[in-house]
């Protein structure tokens, strides 16, 4: 008797997520192997995910860290405040504003401000 293993992968629910861009992304959150993105006719996950560096890794993130809350199939997430800082020389940098409590600053984008000349400028 020849038996070969089988696998299968039930990921729950296809969800939508917006990105911060706009562009909408269908995925589902597998309890183990975590998000992967699905077609959206077919429902089965791509052969290629999305990059290291794709604006769906963040909204996805900031997803699973604001509690994975969701509207029917629509998963919602909230933009972080923009974390001011400035910058001290080299690789330093001051933090400009009293960091809310319950606010992951992780994922914000940053302020920069003191930079070269007094202009500040966004990274």
């Known amino acids: 008797m ?13 969800l939508t997520i917006t990105d911060e861009s706009g562009r909408r992304w269908c995925f589902e ?17 791509l052969v290629l995910q999305p ?6 890794w963040r909204a996805v993130s900031l997803w699973a860290r604001q509690g994975k809350r969701s509207r029917g199939a629509v998963a919602v997430w909230d ?8 910058h001290m020389g ?27 000349h007094g202009l500040g400028h966004d990274e």
Request: glycine share 12%; hydrophobic share 25%.
């Open 51 to 56: 990059r290291g560096r794709s604006p769906f």
């Open 2 to 14: 020849n038996i070969r293993p089988i696998c299968f992968l039930l990921g729950g629910p296809t």
């Open 90 to 116: 080299g690789r330093n940098y001051r933090v400009l504003q009293h960091q809310a409590k319950g606010v992951d600053y992780e994922f914000s984008r940053r302020r920069i401000v003191g930079a070269r």
């Open 79 to 86: 933009e972080p405040p923009r974390l001011r800082v400035q």
């Open 29 to 45: 959150d597998h309890p183990y192997c975590g998000p992967s993105v699905v077609g959206k006719r077919s429902g089965a996950p």
